[in-house]
């Protein structure tokens, strides 16, 4: 289990901007493979984005492609996520998720591959 702690989120306009940030309390971050969710209300969450532990394979959901990026800083135990060209079917709480792998380019995109959640943090996103 590691402990993951989300921060960035807030109102911005359509076409605007945010970076989410995710750190994860464990000492060894490598290993564990990263992820993006959202949820609106009344929606079941859905897959935004993911990273593998060795950052080498990333796969987006259709709806961000092109406009959020997924990264990670294994020295600072943190994974980001930069939203941009943001619109207002992107308002959700975004989580953050993570998984354990020995395998360094697994990426999963299903709520059922991740183990451990954070709390969410609010994305608004105004018309």
């Known amino acids: 289990q590691v402990q993951l702690v989300e921060s960035g989120g807030g109102l911005v306009q359509a076409g605007g901007s945010l970076r989410l940030s995710c750190a994860a309390s464990?000492?060894?971050?490598?290993?564990?493979?990263m992820g993006w969710f959202r949820q609106a209300p009344g929606k079941v969450r859905e897959f935004v984005a993911a990273i593998s532990w060795g950052g080498n394979s990333i796969t987006y959901a259709d709806s961000v492609k092109g406009r959020f990026i997924i990264s990670r800083d294994n020295a600072k135990n943190t994974v980001y996520l930069q939203m941009n060209s943001l619109k207002p079917e992107d308002t959700a709480v975004y989580y953050c998720?993570?998984?354990?792998?020995?395998?360094?380019?697994?990426?999963?995109?299903?709520?059922?591959?991740?183990?451990?959640w954070g709390q969410g943090t609010q994305v608004t996103v105004s018309s």
């Open positions: 998720a993570a998984t354990w792998s020995n395998n360094i380019n697994y990426v999963p995109s299903s709520p059922t591959g991740f183990g451990s």
């Open positions: 464990r000492r060894t971050f490598g290993g564990y493979a």
